[in-house]
């Protein structure tokens, strides 16, 4: 791991190119621009307030804030690892003609997605705290630490989807079905607390859901995530970093040859 | 003695999938339909190959198409792995298989010259010291502000060679990309890469120019069919390579 790592940092500006790569062609020779990544988020937002605090009318205060707060890490997540399937077999040209860390490639697709993330937090939060009235609690400065979490957990899985869909390029496939469906299995439209006592306990035990929980926490209800919640959300962070990277590192020096 | 690279026993042999299974649909037919199973065969593209070349040393690898040539040099940078031997390589190494590696086309010269000398291992402030050199070398002028799609194919070539030259690594390793580029151009590169070995640098060409294997090179190995035939005086070995072709051989 720790080679790995200085590796890595040898090769930062090759990360940081990679992520720029992918910033300039979005943006560049788009009208709009940076208004593109904010469009969506912000119509999901709308349709989601309306079905679920206006039609099915589900009794949490400020819910268009409550949705945000959950719901943009939650693009994060899905996109990253949707983009991070493709990270190895997408780039067969440079993997065949020269040798670098081949981390460097999903990392560098985590990074761009999580760039976007962070504009569309920049905008949003501001804005729906304005509207909405909410008065942040000190809690809110661990989002932050939450949010690293959530890169670094993240990453392991986007170094284990990206290894497997080396040698079954099925799981891009199935990877863009899951994140559908995991995503209403998960705590973010509407709070943990509506669940069964069974389900919840299964929430707090599962990553994806202690995450969401987490952030609404911090954000919303303005007090620090309980202990299981906390536990689960590193213990999977640290299992999901060294497991992928372990199983990365023993795969990729034959994808040159599996690309 | 140093040696920037050492080969010992080295073999390399890939799998050749008939049938591929990268899904898994054919992998669940397979399971009942034998015909239609992965059929896996090995085909060894390199056979125990001992070499090795010193520290400022250039090298030229000639053969047939299919030797192994750049199956040699792909292992030499490390892009592939020996099924079986040893690899010792020591000192930064810049492969050289296609020019432009890693250019975008939607991305101007610069940008592509910043993200191609990072997939080489780069700092930027590396990239920013060798910048203008790059610029320079490769005629390119004010269209450097221009995305890489709007070059014609000599202006790219000029801007992936440049790169490649001024790299500076321990060892650099060129695969056929002499070929490109006119004439005038050619000769420039051929300079330039005087230039470098005189720096130090450990030089490995594959080529199918005998002159510029005679040209450039110490000394020049044979490959037919993944194996070392002769070794030694480049023009001794591209004498024995055109004895051989002369001869008719089947692989050609």
Redesign the interface.
Known sequence: MATVIGELL?????I???V??DL??KY?DSVLGLVWSLLNPLLMLVVYTVAFKFILRIETENYAYFLLVGLLPWNFFSSSLVASTHAITGNA????????PREALPIATVLFTFSQLVLALAVFLPALVLVSGVRLHWTAVLFVPLLLLHLLFTIGLAFILTTCTV????VAHLTEVAVVLLFWMTPIIYPVTMAPAKLQLFFKLSPLAAFAIAYQDVLFWGRVPEELVASTLLGWTIAALLGGQVLFRRHS??F??EV | MTWAIELKGVSKA??LRHNPA????VRLIGVFHPRHREQLEEFWALREIDLAVRRGECLGLIGPNGSGKSTLL?IM?????PTEGEVVVRGR?A?M??VG??F?P??TGQ?NI??S????????RE?DAIYRQIVAFSELGEFIDVSVKNYSTGMYVRLGFSIAVHLEPDILLIDEVLAVGDERFQQKCLHRMEEVRRRGTTLILVSHSMQTIERMCDRACLLVRGRLEAEGDPTKVVERYREMLSVGDPLE
């Open positions: 040898g090769y930062r500006a090759l940081r190119n990679l720029l790569k300039k062609l560049r040209n440079l993997i065949k003609k020269v040798y670098f040698f079954f390029r099925d020096p034959t040159a040859e | 890939f799998v990268h899904n898994l649909k792909r940078a490390s892009i592939f792995r190494v492969p298989i296609e590696v890693g975008h939607d991305l940008e910043y993200l000398t990072s997939l080489y291992g780069l700092s930027r990239t």
